[in-house]
C-alpha cells in the first residue's frame, strides 16, 4: 500500500505483482513453499504473498476484482476454483514470527475499518456511481437545503430576538 504523489485526494494505492493460477499452480506453489519454509524460514517471501491472499481472497467475486485488476491471471476459467485454490495453499502455511507484509495488511485493516472509508466507498458506489446518478444526488441536496432554509424562515427560526 503506498501513497503516489501527485495524486490530489491522496488515495492509497495497493500494488501487487501478478500470478498466474494455471493447472499446475498448485504443485509449484506448494513446492517453491516447501523449500522456503525449509532454506529460508525467515525470509518467507512466497510463503507471505500467498498468506496475503488469502487474506484479500474469500469467494469468487474477489478473485475476480482481482482478474479484472490484473493482479490474477486465471487459466483456469473458474474463479471459484481460484478462491479455493488459494484459500487452501493460504490455510496450509506455517507462519514465521514476523511477515513482510504485516504493515500493509495492518493498512489495509484500518482504511477498511475508518468509518470514513466505508462512508466515502458507500456514496461513490450508490450515490456518485456514474454522471447521472451524481447529478440527480446534488440536484436532491441543494432541493433539501432550499426546503429546510425556507422552512426555518417561515416558521420564524431566524427571527430577531
Keep these: 500500500m503506498s501513497f503516489l504523489a501527485g495524486h490530489q485526494n491522496m488515495k492509497p494505492v495497493l500494488e501487487l505483482h501478478s ?90 485493516r484500518r482504511h477498511y475499518s475508518s468509518c470514513w472509508s466505508k462512508l466515502m466507498a458507500t456514496l461513490t458506489h450508490e450515490y456518485f456511481r456514474d454522471f447521472w446518478r451524481g447529478t440527480t444526488t446534488l440536484f436532491a441536496i441543494v432541493v433539501l437545503f432550499f426546503t429546510l432554509w425556507n422552512f426555518c424562515f417561515a416558521s420564524g427560526c431566524f427571527s430577531c430576538i
Design 19 to 108: 500470478l498466474i493460477v494455471g493447472d499446475a499452480t498448485e504443485c509449484v506453489i506448494r513446492n517453491l513453499m516447501a523449500f522456503e519454509q525449509c532454506h529460508y524460514p525467515q525470509e518467507a517471501l512466497i510463503c507471505n504473498y500467498i498468506v496475503l491472499l488469502d487474506h484479500l481472497i474469500n469467494t469468487a467475486e474477489d478473485v475476480d476484482l482481482l482478474v479484472e485488476k490484473k493482479v490474477l491471471v486465471n487459466w483456469l476459467g473458474n474463479n471459484e476454483a481460484v478462491a479455493n485454490l488459494i484459500n487452501k495453499l493460504g490455510h496450509q502455511i506455517v507462519e514465521g514470527n514476523r511477515s513482510c507484509y504485516d504493515e500493509i495488511s495492518e493498512k489495509i
